[in-house]
């Protein structure tokens, strides 16, 4: 009853959508934090997408979104923006027809040189954002909520922090360039557009935690969502750079794990603050075994030296 009553608050905002006379609602799957709608009105189709509650504890703004997700609609990466319905924070957009593309289909070479182009365009064309996205400053402030809200840890959280400060003191070495990032790479949030005759355009979704940040966060948060393999994060990079240089390995390799301990606080988080009936606390346990094996791996130690190393100079030919 409640979200019939915001979802007809918030068409009511909406100029195009209160004046239409034929108009059709239908909820739609796939979100957690927040829950979408399609409108048909007058012979197109929109999604609204109604802000959760409590989400601000998360870290998330929903101005930011709005901006980042306009850019990327300006660039041909996500779904255009219709309208921005405020002082609460609702985004609409253009109804993509498309469908999801599986994880094992996504993960093939012609699908991951797409999906590297959308990222690197939002890299290089985005705008600059209003909000920070560090992974490990938002682990702390996940981390000071979860306290608040006496969210379970595990038992072995003080080894956990020391491994995320390990790989922290060594990419510090070599401090990134803030860009402005997507920062939520999961399967979900890839569409691709069904164009009657034509290969429709990979739409990238959600961009609730754009922020500047690291395009290495960028690069693992797909990488481990789609869990790709060493030969294909290597076809991934020189997808992306031109080149597959041992720093550029490393700095992926050690943000992947630190993009994994993100994902265990989110949920860790939701489990404290959250009303929906999700399995949080199995979707943490889940992302902390997985950070685990990756801080774990008998190549973490070379990836920490590798990190900061300075790329070897040319050396000049000798005149004859």
């Known amino acids: 009853m409640m979200t019939t009553l915001a979802i007809d608050k918030?068409?009511?905002?909406?100029?195009?959508?209160?004046?239409?006379?034929n108009l059709k609602k239908i909820p739609l799957s796939g979100g957690i934090t927040n829950l979408n709608f399609k409108i048909e009105a007058d012979g197109r189709a929109?999604?609204?997408?109604?802000?959760?509650?409590?989400?601000?504890?998360?870290?998330i703004k929903r101005d930011v979104e709005h901006a980042a997700n306009k850019a990327a609609g300006e660039l041909g990466i996500a779904p255009e923006i219709m309208y921005f319905i405020e002082p609460e924070g609702y985004i609409v957009?253009?109804?993509?027809?498309?469908?999801?593309?599986?994880?094992?289909?996504?993960?093939?070479p012609d699908y991951l040189a797409r999906v590297v182009k959308k990222i690197r365009l939002f890299h290089r064309r985005g705008p600059e954002l209003k909000n920070e996205f560090n992974v490990f400053r938002r682990v702390e402030m996940l981390t000071k909520v979860s306290k608040r809200h006496n969210c379970k840890f595990p038992s072995d959280w003080d080894w956990i922090m020391q491994k995320m400060?390990?790989?922290?003191?060594?990419?510090?070495?070599?401090?990134y360039l803030p860009t402005p990032c997507h920062d939520d790479l999961l399967n979900l949030n890839w569409l691709e557009e069904d164009v009657p005759g034509e290969i429709g355009e990979l739409?990238?979704?959600?961009?609730?935690?754009?922020?500047?940040?690291?395009?290495f966060f960028d690069l693992a948060n797909f990488c481990h969502h789609h869990r790709l393999n060493d030969e294909q994060?290597?076809?991934?990079?020189?997808?992306?750079?031109?080149?597959?240089?041992?720093?550029?390995?490393a700095r992926l390799r050690l943000?992947?794990?630190m993009s994994e301990l993100h994902e265990a606080m989110w949920g860790t988080t939701q489990t404290g603050i959250s009303k929906l009936?999700?399995?949080?606390?199995?979707?943490?346990?889940?992302?902390?075994?997985?950070?685990?094996q990756h801080v774990t791996d008998f190549r973490w130690e070379q990836w920490l030296k590798d990190v900061a190393g300075k790329p070897a100079r040319k050396k000049r030919k000798a005149r004859k």
């Not at 469908?99 to 094992?104: H, I």
């Not at 994060?233 to 390995?249: A, D, M, Q």
């Open 46 to 59: 929109y999604v609204i997408r109604l802000a959760g509650d409590n989400t601000e504890l998360l870290g």
């Open 93 to 108: 957009t253009r109804f993509i027809n498309g469908k999801t593309v599986p994880p094992d289909v996504i993960k093939q």
């Open 277 to 292: 009936e999700e399995d949080f606390q199995g979707y943490a346990d889940l992302w902390f075994a997985r950070f685990r």
């Open 203 to 215: 739409r990238l979704l959600d961009w609730e935690y754009a922020g500047m940040g690291d395009i």
């Open 255 to 257: 943000m992947w794990p």
């Open 233 to 249: 994060v290597r076809f991934f990079l020189n997808e992306y750079f031109g080149e597959v240089t041992p720093k550029h390995y």
């Open 165 to 175: 400060n390990e790989a922290r003191k060594a990419l510090e070495k070599d401090p």
């Open 10 to 21: 918030a068409i009511a905002k909406v100029p195009f959508l209160a004046e239409s006379k």
